[in-house]
């Protein structure tokens, strides 16, 4: 199984700062495969990114991801008040689907 | 606008079954896949198995192996979670999700249901 470890735990920015979450992989990847969540307190994860890079319907421009092979990065630009949640990183390129353990972005 | 609509909250007692189920309303059916995914208390997603309809077949995380059952009925456009031998570790709220693309192996999971709490307590 592959295993996804995302850094750091808790990330403590103001809004407007750039956040860079991490994603390591126990294993290769293809970028393809990887997909990155958004979820808040008592909700179901949101879709954010699919395939690394490709942000999914309706999610703002300052959301991007990038990485390859085992490392992967999902960067907020500019953090707005509701982008302050937990985020997840996931695989589907080898069965079982795993998830890492997530990132939660905190106010500072 | 598709949406995933599960069932509502349970109470169990240590080593019953357990049945949720989740619709799928506003698209077609089976060229989608689902998965189960559930999450305890204060901790992360975990992925328990899923369901490609048009194939029928399902597939399982090996961690519940052997008390899990993931089945869909295209009639009701409707994904059932069977899990049985419940433990108080198996308290959590159970997602579904769907899949958009399993033919070309697009396994991450763009529309999520609301999510339904299982408590398992004697």
């Known amino acids: 199984e592959i295993v996804l470890t995302q850094s750091p735990d808790t990330l403590s920015l103001s809004p407007g700062e750039r956040g860079t979450l991490s994603c390591r992989a126990s294993?290769?990847?293809?970028?393809?495969?990887l997909a990155w969540y958004q979820q808040k307190p008592g909700q179901s994860p949101r879709l954010l990114i699919s395939?690394?890079?490709v942000r999914a319907t309706g999610i703002p421009d300052r959301f991007s991801g990038s990485g390859s092979g085992t490392d992967f990065t999902l960067t907020i630009s500019r953090l707005e008040p509701e982008d302050f949640a937990v985020y997840y990183c996931?695989?589907?390129?080898?069965?079982?689907?795993?998830f890492g353990q997530g990132t939660k972005v905190e106010i500072k | 606008q598709v949406q995933l609509v599960q069932s509502g909250a349970e109470v169990k007692k240590p080593g019953s079954s357990l049945q949720v189920s989740c619709k799928a309303s506003?698209?077609?059916?089976?060229?989608?896949?689902f998965s189960w995914v559930r999450q305890a208390p204060g901790q992360g997603l975990e992925w328990m198995g899923g369901?490609?309809?048009?194939?029928?077949?399902?597939i399982y995380a090996q961690k519940f192996q052997g008390r899990i059952t993931i089945t869909a009925d295209e009639s009701s456009n409707t994904v059932y979670l069977q899990l049985s031998g419940l433990r108080s570790e198996d308290t959590a709220v159970y997602f579904c999700?769907?899949?958009?693309?399993?033919?070309?192996?697009?396994?991450?999971?763009?529309?999520w249901g609301g999510g339904t709490t299982v408590t398992v307590s004697s």
């Open positions: 506003g698209g077609p059916f089976r060229n989608f896949g």
């Open positions: 999700a769907r899949e958009p693309d399993p033919k070309h192996d697009d396994y991450y999971m763009d529309v």
């Open positions: 369901i490609f309809p048009m194939f029928g077949s399902a």
């Open positions: 996931q695989q589907y390129y080898n069965p079982p689907r795993t």
């Open positions: 395939g690394t890079s």
């Open positions: 294993q290769f990847v293809s970028s393809r495969f």
